[in-house]
């Protein structure tokens, strides 16, 4: 998509009523009679979408994920894009010690190599915004690395045009992350799985992460988990290898229209679920827990441990875990 296009489409729509995030200083919730995002799917680039039949499997190897959960370990990287975009990055990893604890500052690493899950924050919103998340995919045997963005987080400018820098914000950490595996005296030397990466984000970190398929394609993405996104400004010319795409995503959203995400979701022309939630709003469930982020959190991780561990046995629990309690409804094509 032409960048003069793309801004258009989201000064139109993200500047009226914005990406936001879920941030626990947001304050109120927004009542219904809030503005909604209304987008048709954004104009597509020319591609010949890969046939869903003739990819049934992640393109990692298939293997077993971990059965067991794990401790937390927490830790903060200051980095900065070309001396110009500071990007703190805050990076939980499996530790040692006994799970179920609270995450525990520059704890020795777990034994193994485990996969990396790259995730993107929500307009206004700040990575240990989603720590409940966030951790449990963390114990479920994942390294995940979530950058704050410059103009885009708690406390910045609000720029929301600035999402489409994100993609490569997110590039420019992966390849910081991925080099730890290889530094010698780093805690988490040996440990990551460099081969088994995701992309996962929400609202405006669900258009970033859509981004990293689409109009700035990080070929060493595996899979991507879109919470509350569109493909507005990033396009939905999803190119590239096979990579499995999860979308979650609140019927009732009130900031980003289910009509919108699901208009992505349909152009993903790979191995693909929607988890749709009939009461879910624009993800305020994704802050703390309950009964939605039960169903929410064991969805994705049964959704990871297929596409980055091969686990097909996980796989297979997908559905179950979906159906739980009645709270969701999922549209499989994996």
Same mark, same amino acid.
């Given at each position: 998509m032409?960048?003069?296009?793309?801004?258009?489409?989201?000064?139109?729509?993200l500047?009226?009523v914005?990406?936001?995030?879920?941030?626990?200083?947001?304050?109120?919730? %927004?009542?219904?009679?809030? %503005?909604?995002?209304? &987008?048709? &799917?954004?104009?597509?680039?020319?591609?010949?979408?890969?046939?869903?039949?003739?990819?049934?499997?992640?393109q990692?190897?298939?293997? #077993?994920?971990?059965?067991?959960?794990?401790?937390?370990?927490v830790?903060?990287?200051?980095?900065?894009?070309?001396?110009?975009?500071?990007?703190?990055?805050?990076?939980?990893?499996?530790?040692?010690?006994?799970?179920?604890?609270?995450?525990?500052r520059?704890?020795?690493?777990?034994?193994?190599?485990? %996969?990396?899950?790259?995730?993107?924050?929500?307009?206004?919103?700040? %990575?240990?915004?989603?720590?409940?998340?966030?951790t449990?995919?963390?114990?479920a045997?994942?390294?995940?690395?979530?950058?704050?963005?410059?103009h885009?987080?708690?406390?910045?400018?609000?720029?929301?045009?600035?999402?489409?820098?994100?993609?490569?914000?997110v590039?420019?950490?992966?390849?910081?992350?991925?080099?730890?595996?290889?530094? &010698?005296?780093?805690?988490?030397?040996?440990?990551?799985?460099?081969?088994r990466?995701?992309a996962?984000?929400?609202?405006?970190?669900?258009?970033?992460?859509?981004?990293?398929?689409?109009?700035?394609?990080?070929?060493?993405l595996?899979?991507?988990?879109?919470?509350?996104?569109?493909?507005?400004?990033?396009?939905?010319a999803?190119?590239?290898?096979?990579?499995?795409?999860?979308?979650?995503?609140?019927?009732?959203?009130?900031v980003?229209?289910?009509?919108?995400?699901?208009?992505?979701?349909?152009?993903?022309?790979?191995?693909?679920?929607?988890?749709?939630?009939?009461?879910?709003?624009?993800?305020r469930?994704?802050?703390?827990?309950?009964?939605?982020?039960r169903?929410?959190?064991? #969805?994705?991780?049964?959704?990871?441990?297929?596409?980055?561990?091969?686990?097909?046995a &996980?796989?297979?629990?997908?559905?179950?875990?979906?159906?739980?309690?009645?709270i969701?409804?999922?549209?499989?094509?994996l």
């Amino acid at each position: 998509m032409p960048r003069r296009v793309a801004s258009a489409l989201l000064a139109t729509a993200l500047l009226t009523v914005g990406l936001v995030g879920c941030s626990d200083d947001a304050g109120p919730a %927004p009542q219904a009679t809030a %503005p909604q995002v209304t &987008a048709p &799917a954004p104009p597509t680039q020319a591609v010949t979408p890969t046939p869903l039949a003739a990819a049934p499997t992640p393109q990692v190897p298939a293997g #077993t994920a971990p059965d067991k959960a794990f401790a937390v370990g927490v830790r903060e990287m200051r980095l900065n894009r070309d001396g110009k975009r500071p990007l703190p990055v805050t990076v939980w990893y499996p530790a040692a010690g006994k799970a179920g604890a609270k995450p525990a500052r520059s704890a020795d690493a777990a034994g193994g190599k485990f %996969p990396v899950v790259m995730f993107s924050h929500g307009l206004g919103a700040r %990575p240990a915004d989603y720590a409940t998340l966030l951790t449990r995919w963390t114990a479920a045997g994942f390294v995940v690395a979530a950058p704050t963005f410059p103009h885009t987080s708690q406390g910045g400018d609000g720029n929301v045009l600035d999402v489409l820098n994100q993609p490569a914000d997110v590039s420019y950490v992966l390849t910081q992350v991925l080099a730890l595996d290889a530094k &010698a005296g780093d805690p988490l030397r040996g440990r990551l799985a460099t081969d088994r990466v995701a992309a996962a984000g929400h609202s405006a970190g669900g258009v970033t992460t859509i981004g990293l398929f689409t109009a700035n394609r990080d070929e060493r993405l595996d899979a991507g988990v879109v919470f509350a996104g569109t493909a507005l400004g990033v396009g939905t010319a999803f190119a590239g290898a096979v990579a499995p795409q999860l979308f979650v995503h609140g019927e009732a959203d009130e900031v980003v229209e289910y009509a919108a995400g699901k208009a992505a979701y349909d152009k993903v022309p790979w191995p693909k679920a929607m988890l749709s939630l009939p009461k879910g709003d624009h993800g305020r469930a994704l802050l703390s827990d309950g009964a939605a982020l039960r169903v929410v959190s064991d #969805t994705t991780v049964e959704f990871l441990r297929w596409s980055l561990y091969g686990d097909g046995a &996980a796989k297979s629990r997908i559905p179950t875990d979906a159906a739980r309690d009645g709270i969701a409804t999922l549209d499989n094509r994996l």
